[in-house]
């Protein structure tokens, strides 16, 4: 019902930065947050920044001060600026659409892209 598609991963030198987009299409929920998750090699996945169709918006601790989320309502697309990076942001992303409807909560993901920081 809502395909995502995530975009701008690679390989960046600590310190540099990289910016994230995820595309979405298909059915639009009103309400609903967007947000990125990320996977790091035998950890879990965790939140590490959303907005919510209202605008409100929320961060891991771990990256408060150096990413940013942000959207473009008129494409459909979640940006997340990702400056200062750290090697422990090394991780697999994930673009995430919660939608909220009779109080039943549905996710739908993306196929996820790789973020790699060196030292």
């Known amino acids: 019902q809502v395909q995502l598609v995530e975009s701008g991963g690679g390989l960046v030198q600590a310190g540099g930065s990289l910016r994230l987009s995820c595309a979405a299409s298909?059915?639009?929920?009103?309400?609903?947050?967007i947000g990125w998750y990320r996977q790091a090699p035998g950890k879990q996945r965790e939140l590490v920044a959303g907005?919510?169709?209202?605008?409100?918006?929320t961060y891991a601790e771990s990256v408060k001060g150096r990413f940013t989320i942000t959207k473009d309502a008129h494409n459909n697309t979640v940006y997340l600026q990702m400056s200062s990076l750290k090697p422990e942001d090394t991780a697999a992303y994930y673009c995430?659409?919660?939608?909220?409807?009779?109080?039943?909560?549905?996710?739908?993901w993306g196929q996820g892209t790789q973020v790699t920081v060196s030292q």
């Open positions: 907005i919510a169709s209202v605008g409100v918006t």
């Open positions: 298909g059915r639009h929920f009103s309400i609903n947050t």
């Open positions: 995430n659409y919660k939608t909220f409807v009779d109080g039943t909560v549905t996710d739908f």
